[in-house]
C-alpha cells in the first residue's frame, strides 16, 4: 500500500506533483478535510485554488462539473457546503472519477449523518476534522480500493465462493439465533467479502452501503483487538440523517459477525445474539465455522478452476442481486502495477460500453491491445468482461465466454446469495 504520509510538504515536492491521482476534500469556506496525498494543512494554496474555480463558474449561474487540460482531469462533486475535487491524469472517464468523488463523501456521511451539512451552514468557518479525528484511515483505504476494487466499479458486492449447504447453514444460523426483535440486519464476512446477509423483508441494503461499512471494518484494527464493539454508523442509501448502531465481533481471526439495530441499548441483546450464533457455528459435524476456515485457507478461486484455454481473468455481474464474482488476480497481473493495469484496462472497457454509449449501449464490445484481449458482453441480465491472450480471434473468445457462462451457471448457488433470508 503507497502511504500518504510520504509526502507531506505537499506541492512544493515533485513526488507529490507526480503522483496520477489527487482527491481534496473541503469545505465551502475553502477548510480542509482530508487530500488523498501530503498535509492538509500545507495545502492551503491549492484548496485556496478549488474554491476559487468553483465559486468563478458559480457565480456566473452555472456549476463546475469538470475541466480538461492535457492529461489531466479535474473532477468537481459539489454537496452543499462540502466541496469534493479530483485531479487525475489516468485513463478513467469524468464519470468514472465521479463516483469515486460520491463514494469519499458518502464515507464523511457515513461517519457524521448530513447533520454534517447543517454544521457547516451554520459555522462556515468549523474545522470539520474536529469532527473526524482519527477517521482518515476509512478515507484513505477506501481510496485505495477504489483504485483497484473491481465491485466498485462494477456496482456490486463479490460474495466468498463457498460451497451452498454451508452458506445456506451460515444463513439459518443467522436468521433463526436473533436475540430481541429490534435487529436490522445480520451479516458474516471473512477476509472482506461477503459471506451471508439477513435482512428485514422491506430493507434492501445497497452495494455502495454495503462497500461503506466493509471499509469501515476493515479499516479499524480496534475491531480485531476487542472481543466485541458497538459504534454509530450512517448508511447514507439507508437513511442518510440518522445513526445505525454496528455490533462488531470477529469469530476468528478473519471471520467477522456484524449485527445493526437502530437503538444502543440493543447492546446486550447483541451481545446474546452473538453468543448464540458463535455456539450454532460451533455444532454439527462438520461444523459451519471449520467449513468456513477451510474454504478461507483455498483463497479464492482460480482462473484454472474454469478450465478455458486463452482466458486469463474474467469479471461478471448479475444484475438481479447486484453481486459480481471474479477468479483472484493471478499471472500475469500478480504484481500491484499489472493489477492495477488490468483494473484500468476493465475500466476503460467498461466506459466504453456504458458511458460512451449510454444511449445505445453495445451488446459486445470487442477491445485488442499489445499484452491481452478483453470482451465485454452486456445483456439485460448480467455483464460479462473477459481478458485472453492477446492473439485470440472474436469468434473464439465468444465461444470461450459461452463456455465461461455454463460453468458460471453451474456455480451459481456456490458463488453468490440467491435467496437471502429475511426477517
Not at 9 to 33: V, Y
Request: with cysteine; glycine share 4%.
Amino acid at each position: 500500500m503507497e502511504d500518504p504520509q510520504e509526502d507531506l510538504d505537499g506541492p512544493d515536492k515533485e513526488s507529490w506533483r507526480k503522483k496520477k491521482k489527487h482527491i481534496f476534500l473541503l469545505t465551502s469556506a475553502g477548510k480542509p478535510i482530508y487530500s488523498r496525498w501530503g498535509d492538509c494543512d500545507k495545502l492551503a494554496s491549492v484548496m485556496g485554488v478549488i474554491v476559487g474555480l468553483i465559486s468563478f463558474v458559480n457565480d456566473n449561474g452555472d456549476c463546475i462539473r469538470a475541466v480538461t487540460s492535457g492529461k489531466h482531469k479535474m473532477v468537481f462533486y459539489l454537496q452543499g457546503p462540502i466541496y469534493c475535487a479530483m485531479v487525475a491524469k489516468t485513463n478513467e472517464s469524468v464519470d468514472q472519477l465521479l463516483t469515486q468523488l460520491k463514494y469519499m463523501h458518502s464515507q464523511i456521511i457515513s461517519i457524521l449523518t448530513i447533520t454534517a451539512h447543517k454544521l457547516l451552514k451554520e459555522k462556515p468557518q468549523f474545522d470539520l476534522r474536529n469532527l473526524l479525528g482519527g477517521t482518515d484511515r476509512y478515507l484513505q483505504n477506501l481510496a485505495l480500493n477504489l483504485n483497484r476494487g473491481f465491485s466498485f466499479l462494477l456496482n456490486s458486492i463479490q460474495c466468498m465462493h463457498l460451497a451452498s449447504s454451508t452458506r445456506n447453514a451460515i444463513g439459518y444460523i443467522l436468521q433463526t439465533e436473533k436475540e430481541g426483535t429490534d435487529l436490522f440486519y445480520a451479516m458474516m464476512i471473512a477476509k472482506g467479502q461477503l459471506v451471508h446477509l439477513v435482512r428485514p423483508k422491506k430493507h434492501i441494503l445497497y452495494p455502495p452501503d454495503l462497500h461503506l461499512l466493509i471499509n469501515f471494518v476493515n479499516s479499524s484494527q480496534g475491531f480485531k483487538d476487542s472481543d466485541a464493539a458497538l459504534t454509530p454508523i450512517c448508511l447514507p442509501l439507508f437513511n442518510n440523517s440518522g445513526f445505525l448502531h454496528l455490533y462488531v465481533s470477529y469469530l476468528s481471526q478473519e471471520i467477522c459477525l456484524l449485527l445493526l439495530s437502530s437503538k444502543a441499548e440493543d447492546f446486550p441483546s447483541m451481545a446474546k445474539t452473538k453468543e448464540r450464533i458463535e455456539a450454532a457455528m460451533k455444532e454439527g459435524s462438520p461444523t459451519p465455522i471449520s467449513q468456513l476456515k477451510e474454504s478461507l485457507k483455498q483463497q479464492l478461486y482460480t482462473i484454472e478452476t474454469v478450465e478455458i484455454p486463452d482466458l486469463i481473468h474474467f469479471l461478471y455481474k448479475a444484475h438481479n442481486i447486484s453481486q459480481m464474482t471474479a477468479p483472484v488476480v493471478g499471472p500475469p497481473f500478480d504484481t500491484p502495477k499489472e493489477h492495477k493495469r488490468l483494473f484500468r484496462l476493465y475500466e476503460q472497457v467498461h466506459n466504453a460500453v456504458h458511458l460512451l454509449s449510454a444511449e445505445k449501449p453495445h451488446k459486445i464490445y470487442f477491445h485488442r491491445s499489445e499484452s491481452e484481449t478483453i470482451l465485454a458482453w452486456v445483456t439485460p441480465g448480467f455483464d460479462l468482461y473477459a481478458c485472453f491472450s492477446p492473439l485470440v480471434s472474436k469468434p473464439n473468445a465468444i465461444r470461450a465466454c459461452n463456455l465461461l457462462l455454463r460453468w458460471i451457471k453451474t456455480e451459481e448457488n456456490n458463488l453468490f446469495i440467491l435467496n437471502s433470508p429475511v426477517w
